[in-house]
């Protein structure tokens, strides 16, 4: 904070008389115009800018305070003040304040955030008067890079069901060993509280591996984890997955995206269980899009049929019709931004031909219905409306 003091030959503390006079005095000795040879020349002109850089913040009083506090530091900034201050205090006050603001505003540019909340409601649990919330469960996530090399994930979760309830909280160091490689070390607390080390290694062009230990701090029990990912064409990709410990299981993969679609089928068998599990989606524009899914097994047997829309440029609303073992439901969802909000709503654990085709037909045919009388006769009354 005394480089451009030192460059006029000043101290801190000279008047604004002394900074002129010494102003005038270097601008004659390393004017330019004064030296002829060409090496001569092109010095008087660098020490000639850097005397009346010098001068122009020292002689503007506001400018010259925030050097005094802050030195080029403040004045390179990119902060911006607002009325002209006349006390250094309330300078300095100022300048923390925007300071502190714009670490912030970076924080959050590079910080990415992720959550759910889940809802469940039952109809069949209010029509016997036992409330209409079946249960309810919160998730959320960050993720902060520190370093080029290293980044912070911090997320945890809340699951309520009926009375009794339970939680967790888990973060993930992830640090890049290379362009080719990282490692993940990774802890969990709550009703599974565990660690665990995860690495990651592209081992050709299309292909990608990871390989995992991870300990149980309840039992003791020990998880391996390995999976192969390879890309099968240019938007087809395949993938491994086998586990061994106390659910050991393997699961083999696919998934396949395109302009228009995607699509995504897997096969897991475990020691305890197996299933199966695929589902489409076909992009009818770049606002909407339906969506057919399936789940077969020793726990699971589902059919899921639906469609969303992309209401801005963040947000997207979902509806979905679903039969299962569980009853028959609708869901509805809205994304944004990373942001997800799931309503599932049971409306009957029965299997009635009749009420599963009404559940199904009846929403259908109220959005047709709205779509052509209300939505098409907006269109036709303002041809000229970009929707």
Same mark, same amino acid.
């Given at each position: 904070?005394?480089?451009?003091?030192a460059?006029?030959?000043?101290?801190p503390?000279?008047?604004?008389?002394?900074?002129?006079?010494?102003?005038r005095?270097?601008?004659?000795i390393?004017?330019?115009?004064?030296?002829?040879d060409a090496?001569m /020349?092109?010095?008087?002109?660098?020490?000639?800018q850097?005397?009346?850089?010098?001068y122009?913040?020292?002689?503007?009083?506001?400018?010259?305070q925030i050097?005094?506090?802050?030195?080029?530091?403040?004045?390179?900034s990119?902060?911006?003040?607002?009325?002209k201050?006349?006390?250094?205090e309330?300078? /300095?006050?100022?300048?923390?304040?925007?300071?502190?603001?714009?670490?912030?505003e /970076?924080?959050?540019v590079h910080?990415r955030?992720?959550?759910?909340i889940?809802?469940?409601?039952?109809v069949?649990?209010?029509?016997?008067?036992?409330g209409?919330?079946?249960?309810?469960?919160?998730s959320?996530?960050?993720?902060l890079?520190?370093?080029?090399?290293?980044?912070?994930t911090?997320?945890?979760?809340l699951v309520?069901?009926?009375?009794t309830?339970?939680?967790?909280a888990?973060?993930?160091?992830?640090?890049?060993?290379?362009?080719?490689?990282?490692?993940?070390?990774?802890a969990?607390?709550?009703?599974r509280?565990?660690?665990?080390?995860?690495?990651?290694r592209?081992i050709?062009?299309?292909s990608?591996?990871?390989s995992?230990?991870?300990?149980?701090?309840?039992?003791g029990?020990?998880?391996l984890?390995n999976?192969?990912?390879?890309?099968?064409?240019?938007d087809?990709?395949?993938?491994i997955q086998l586990?061994l410990?106390?659910?050991?299981?393997?699961?083999v993969?696919?998934?396949k995206?395109?302009?228009?679609?995607s699509?995504?089928g897997?096969?897991?068998?475990g020691?305890?269980?197996?299933?199966?599990?695929?589902?489409?989606?076909?992009?009818?524009?770049?606002?909407?899009?339906?969506?057919?899914?399936?789940?077969?097994g020793s726990?699971a047997l589902?059919f899921?049929?639906?469609?969303?829309r992309?209401?801005?440029?963040?947000?997207?609303?979902?509806?979905l019709?679903?039969?299962?073992i569980?009853?028959?439901?609708?869901?509805?969802e809205?994304?944004r931004a990373?942001? /997800?909000?799931v309503?599932p709503?049971?409306?009957s654990?029965?299997?009635?031909?009749?009420?599963?085709?009404?559940?199904?037909?009846?929403?259908?045919?109220?959005?047709?219905?709205l779509?052509v009388?209300?939505?098409?006769?907006?269109?036709?009354s303002y041809?000229g409306?970009n929707?």
């Open positions: 904070g005394r480089e451009l003091y460059l006029l030959h000043l101290s503390e000279s008047s604004d008389e002394e900074i002129r006079r010494a102003y005095q270097f601008a004659q390393y004017h330019p115009d004064k030296y002829q090496q /020349k092109d010095v008087a002109t660098e020490n000639f850097r005397i009346r850089d010098a122009e913040i020292l002689s503007d009083e506001n400018k010259r050097y005094d506090i802050y030195g080029m530091e403040g004045l390179n990119g902060l911006e003040l607002g009325p201050l006349n006390k250094p309330e300078i /300095k006050r100022q300048l923390e304040e925007l300071r502190r603001r714009k670490e912030e /970076k924080l959050f910080a955030s992720t959550g759910s889940l809802a469940n409601i039952s069949p649990q209010y029509l016997d008067g036992d209409i919330m079946g249960g309810m469960g919160m959320s996530e960050i993720e890079p520190v370093s080029k090399q290293n980044t912070v911090v997320g945890g979760n309520v069901d009926g009375t309830g339970s939680g967790a888990t973060a993930v160091l992830c640090h890049q060993l290379s362009s080719v490689s990282s490692i993940d070390f990774m969990t607390a709550g009703l509280s565990l660690i665990g080390v995860q690495t990651f592209q050709s062009p299309n990608t591996a990871t995992g230990i991870a300990l149980s701090l309840r039992d029990s020990v998880n984890s999976g192969w990912t390879r890309q099968l064409s240019e087809t990709v395949g993938n586990v410990g106390t659910e050991s299981n393997i699961s993969g696919w998934q995206k395109d302009e228009k679609r699509a995504a897997e096969i897991k068998f020691t305890n269980s197996f299933g199966a599990s695929a589902h489409y989606t076909h992009r009818f524009s770049s606002k909407s899009h339906g969506r057919i899914a399936g789940r077969v726990t589902d899921e049929i639906g469609g969303g992309r209401i801005s440029e963040f947000s997207t609303v979902r509806m019709y679903n039969i299962g569980q009853g028959v439901t609708w869901r509805f809205l994304n990373g942001q /997800k909000l309503i709503v049971l409306l654990t029965d299997f009635n031909a009749l009420f599963v085709t009404g559940a199904f037909a009846i929403p259908s045919t109220l959005y047709f219905l779509q009388l209300i939505f098409l006769t907006y269109l036709h041809p409306r929707v």
